[in-house]
Each structure stands twice: as structure tokens, then as C-alpha cells.
């Protein structure tokens, strides 16, 4: 049964750095099958696409947060991490992990999510 | 790239069917068969419910049920039960590897 686990800081100032790392088990990061997705969730709100990665390293950014965002992969840990840098109270939100099937077209595996916030 | 467009809420009495529908444009919803749909109840993390516009995934009951028409995708949920009330959100691919959700129905059976 494929997991997804969010982990990293529950607080961040504005400004900062918010870093999160998604740990799969039970099943490989490095399927071809697979892209590796987050995706974020204001308290009330709707869901964000923040970004994708393959495997390869490549990465597919929300052209809106294009040049905050930076995802990684680490093949040998099975994780995939995310780093959205000069961030704003409006960024407080839930962020989900997820994998995405479908070459890639669907979001069939979620994590639990983790919420961020951003204050001093 | 903007959000797609639902509507806030919808309601529906048990055993009566609703639809939800998702508003795009030619550049998202338009152009690609890439809709899917996504139930989540509070505190928890989404569900895939419906992928590729009306393919369900294993385990999802078949009151469900998806479609698209131009720009506006729909989701139709038949015999309502009360585990149903939940939020839902579409999502479509947006072209150069992008994707865009809705912002979210909330569907209350009365």
C-alpha cells in the first residue's frame, strides 16, 4: 500500500524559506509510471498545484509561483522535497504530497497533509 | 492561468442525483481530455473520484459519474447518500505541463 508523508517546519516567518519533504513508502519513487507532485490548501479554501517532478529530475512549476518554487527529488531516500522561498502570510495553507498517474494525468495517491503558517 | 470556475454549493435530497459542473476555457477544460475530479470530507486529504473525464478508479461507486461538454466539465453523483456530503474539486490539465484545479464545491444532502 503506497504512503505519502509530509514532514518539515509547522511554522515559518515572512520572508523565509518553507521547505517540506514528502517520504514515500511502499512503492518506488523512481517508477516511470509516476510524476510527484504538492499541492497546497489555505484553511477554507481550494486547492493550489504548486508543481510536479519525474523521477529524472524534471520539474513542471505553477507559472504563478514559478520563481519561488523549487522541487527536488532524492531517488536513494525515496523523498521528494519542496522550497518556496520569500513567502507571505497568505501562503499559511495545508500542503499535500501526491503521486500523480495517468503519464501523468490524475492524482491517485495523497499524503495527509501538513499545515504551514507564516508568522512572525 | 486561472482557476477553474464551480459553484460554491450544492444540495440534494438522499437518493436524488446532482451535478457539478467545472468552467474552463480552450486553453484547459477546451483542449484536453484531462479532467478529474476529487472528493474531500473536513480535516482529510483529497480522493480521486473520477479521472480522463468519466473513468472511475477502482473502488469508487459508480454513482459517479463524469462528463464534458466545450469548456464545462460536470460531475453527476445518482441515489445521493449522506456519506456524499463533502467538498469536490476538478482539475485540468492546463497545457506546457501545467495543471489547474476549481475552486471547490461543497455539497450538502439535506
Known amino acids: 500500500q503506497l504512503q505519502l508523508q509530509e514532514s518539515g517546519p509547522g511554522l515559518v516567518k515572512p520572508s523565509e524559506t518553507l521547505s517540506l519533504t514528502c517520504t514515500v513508502s511502499?512503492?518506488?519513487?523512481?517508477?516511470?509510471?509516476?510524476?510527484w507532485g504538492w499541492i497546497r490548501q489555505p484553511p477554507g479554501r481550494g486547492l493550489e498545484w504548486i508543481g510536479n517532478?519525474?523521477?529524472?529530475?524534471?520539474?513542471y512549476y505553477n507559472p504563478s509561483l514559478k520563481s519561488r518554487v523549487t522541487i527536488s527529488v532524492d531517488t536513494s531516500k525515496n523523498q521528494f522535497s519542496l522550497k518556496l522561498s520569500s513567502v507571505t502570510a497568505a501562503e499559511t495553507a495545508v500542503y499535500y504530497c501526491?503521486?500523480?498517474?495517468?503519464?501523468?494525468?490524475?492524482?491517485?495517491?495523497w499524503g495527509q497533509g501538513t499545515l504551514v503558517t507564516v508568522s512572525s | 492561468q486561472s482557476a477553474l470556475t464551480q459553484p460554491a454549493s450544492v444540495s440534494g435530497s438522499p437518493g436524488q442525483s446532482i451535478t457539478i459542473s467545472c468552467t474552463g476555457t480552450?486553453?484547459?477544460?477546451?483542449?484536453?481530455?484531462?479532467v478529474s475530479w476529487y472528493q474531500q470530507h473536513p480535516g482529510k486529504a483529497p480522493k480521486l473520484m473520477i479521472y480522463?473525464?468519466?473513468k472511475r478508479p477502482s473502488g469508487v461507486s459508480n454513482r459517479f459519474s463524469g462528463s464534458k461538454s466545450g469548456n464545462t466539465a460536470s460531475l453527476t453523483i445518482s441515489g445521493l447518500q449522506a456519506e456524499d456530503e463533502a467538498d469536490y474539486y476538478c482539475?485540468?490539465?492546463?497545457?506546457?505541463?501545467?495543471?489547474?484545479f476549481g475552486g471547490g464545491t461543497k455539497l450538502t444532502v439535506l
Open positions: 517532478i519525474y523521477y529524472s529530475g524534471s520539474t
Open positions: 482539475c485540468s490539465y492546463a497545457g506546457s505541463s501545467t495543471w489547474v
Open positions: 501526491a503521486r500523480q498517474g495517468g503519464s501523468p494525468s490524475f492524482f491517485d495517491s
Open positions: 511502499g512503492g518506488s519513487i523512481s517508477s516511470s509510471s509516476y510524476y
Open positions: 480552450s486553453s484547459d477544460v477546451g483542449s484536453y481530455n484531462l
Open positions: 480522463e473525464g468519466n
